[in-house]
């Protein structure tokens, strides 16, 4: 048993997260060791006056962070190791926390009736093949061509046998890898990505190498900097504004990269959630290199969160690859919702659901730039987020704490940090994951955390 013990004086309301800090801070200073136990929830609870509940959710949120363990019949235990890494978003929302973690769309009671709506029209309308099939080309020929529609809105011109559906982005971006990405190869990205690519990585088993960005994202020296020093086989790249610093790559930059993987045979991943969203974009960077890009978007970000279907758009060379490895992962993109998508891009339900979140999420960067006018922020008005560096000395993940003892989270810049090189502490911050009304209030804190005198951040956790 440990002779340290969290300090009562210092706990601070909600008191199971307040508990939480003060043992992973002591943990991460080296006063608690790798292996050592900790007290008993009950011998916790009554040296600090709490409740059996209060601390044992504060060993949950610690479990849940990978910084201890339970056993059952031996107890809880520090472990520095973590096994796998933190989404940078709340698992689950409670109840007295704003959570700006997550990247959602704006979503009203609206949403929820149109897919009440849907789904009724779905019980009268199911096509048996949509029920009764195992083969995808019997069920989908159908959604492929109404595809090819909405794909032209993203910029892009295809023919439907080079179009998937998929369950979502997610689904896409990783059959993608899979076919194009062998164990032991090597794929390219930008220093701040995509928080999934890193454990994506290793299940997949390819290497990983973050590369220097800019205002307008990965920088195309670096990319042809990289492939002559390594073997690079795949470069992935989010250009429009879902990227976590919410840049917008310019049209030359796009044919730039383009250039630069066909220079060295690279294939591109890209990763275009927000489609048509974000307005006056430049073409995606498919439309500058057709034959080696892998293009990927969906609708649960732009139209509403429970329509998870995507559409993986690949070149000839990789049609096979996509279709073997999407139905060994996932067999097929899940019928019923498909028919939804389907129906949406066609009578133009989705259009118009995306136009209504384009001025929704207009307002919000309205209040975003009231809110954090003197804070230098980076964001873009179609985007789903804000990204906020932080200022001085401050500790991200102390910064990330505190917020979360004022009733807010928000999402670590380090859950995106891909490259090890020099960093600059960072977070990011939704503005659709909740009312206008929560977004203003987060965001003060926010402001008010960071405007403020960061040693005192330190006294109060």
């Given at each position: 048993m440990t002779l340290?013990?969290?300090?009562?004086?210092?706990?601070?309301?909600?008191?199971?997260?307040?508990?939480?800090?003060?043992?992973?801070?002591?943990?991460?200073?080296?006063?608690?060791?790798?292996?050592?136990?900790?007290?008993?929830?009950?011998?916790?609870?009554?040296?600090?006056?709490?409740?059996?509940?209060?601390?044992?959710?504060?060993?949950?949120?610690?479990?849940?962070?990978g910084l201890i363990s339970g056993e059952i019949g031996r107890g809880s235990f520090v472990q520095t190791r973590r096994r796998e890494p933190d989404p940078p978003y709340l698992p689950e929302r409670l109840g007295e926390v704003i959570d700006l973690s997550i990247l959602k769309p704006v979503c009203e009671p609206m949403h929820l009736d149109r897919m009440k709506r849907a789904l009724g029209w779905l019980a009268e309308n199911l096509p048996a093949s949509s029920a009764l099939s195992f083969r995808p080309n019997v069920v989908f020929p159908r959604h492929r061509a109404v595809a090819v529609e909405w794909l032209k809105a993203c910029g892009l011109d295809v023919s439907p046998q080079n179009v998937s559906l998929t369950n979502g982005a997610t689904a896409g971006m990783t059959v993608a890898l899979m076919s194009v990405a062998p164990p032991g190869s090597t794929v390219a990205t930008e220093a701040i990505g995509h928080h999934t690519l890193i454990p994506l990585a290793t299940y997949l088993g390819f290497n990983l190498e973050g590369l220097a960005i800019d205002d307008q994202g990965m920088i195309p020296e670096a990319l042809d900097a990289a492939c002559r020093e390594s073997p690079i086989r795949a470069v992935f790249v989010q250009p429009s504004v879902i990227n976590p610093t919410a840049t917008l790559m310019s049209a030359e930059r796009r044919e730039a990269i383009a250039a630069?993987?066909?220079?060295?045979?690279?294939?591109?991943?890209?990763?275009?959630?927000?489609?048509?969203l974000v307005e006056n974009r430049p073409p995606p960077v498919a439309a500058f290199a057709p034959e080696r890009t892998l293009y990927v978007t969906?609708?649960?970000?732009?139209?509403?969160?429970?329509?998870?279907?995507?559409?993986?758009?690949?070149?000839?060379?990789?049609?096979?690859?996509?279709?073997?490895?999407?139905?060994?992962?996932?067999?097929?993109?899940?019928?019923?919702?498909?028919?939804?998508?389907?129906?949406?891009?066609?009578?133009?339900?989705?259009?118009?659901l995306v136009e209504w979140q384009r001025a929704a999420l207009g307002r919000r960067h309205d209040i975003a730039a009231e809110v954090l006018a003197d804070l230098p922020y980076r964001a873009h008005r179609n985007g789903l987020h804000v990204w906020l560096p932080l200022s001085g000395e401050r500790s991200e993940e102390g910064f990330v704490a505190q917020a979360r003892l004022q009733g807010v989270a928000i999402a670590p810049g380090a859950s995106f940090r891909i490259s090890q090189d020099e960093w600059r502490p960072a977070v990011r911050i939704s503005l659709g994951s909740t009312t206008e009304d929560e977004l203003r209030a987060g965001l003060g804190?926010?402001?008010?955390?960071?405007?403020?005198?960061?040693?005192?951040?330190?006294?109060a956790i």
């Open positions: 340290w013990r969290p300090d009562p004086d210092l706990i601070r309301r909600p008191a199971y997260l307040s508990l939480a800090e003060q043992i992973a801070r002591a943990i991460h200073e080296g006063r608690l060791q790798s292996g050592a136990r900790l007290p008993t929830h009950r011998g916790m609870a009554d040296d600090l006056r709490l409740s059996v509940q209060t601390v044992s959710r504060a060993y949950e949120e610690l479990i849940r962070r630069v993987a066909r220079t060295h045979d690279l294939a591109i991943i890209e990763n275009d959630v927000l489609g048509p969906s609708f649960t970000k732009i139209v509403v969160p429970g329509l998870r279907i995507g559409y993986l758009a690949a070149p000839d060379r990789y049609v096979a690859a996509v279709a073997n490895r999407h139905l060994v992962s996932n067999w097929m993109a899940t019928p019923m919702v498909a028919e939804i998508a389907t129906k949406w891009v066609a009578d133009g339900t989705a259009m118009e804190v926010v402001s008010k955390l960071l405007l403020g005198d960061p040693e005192l951040l330190l006294l």
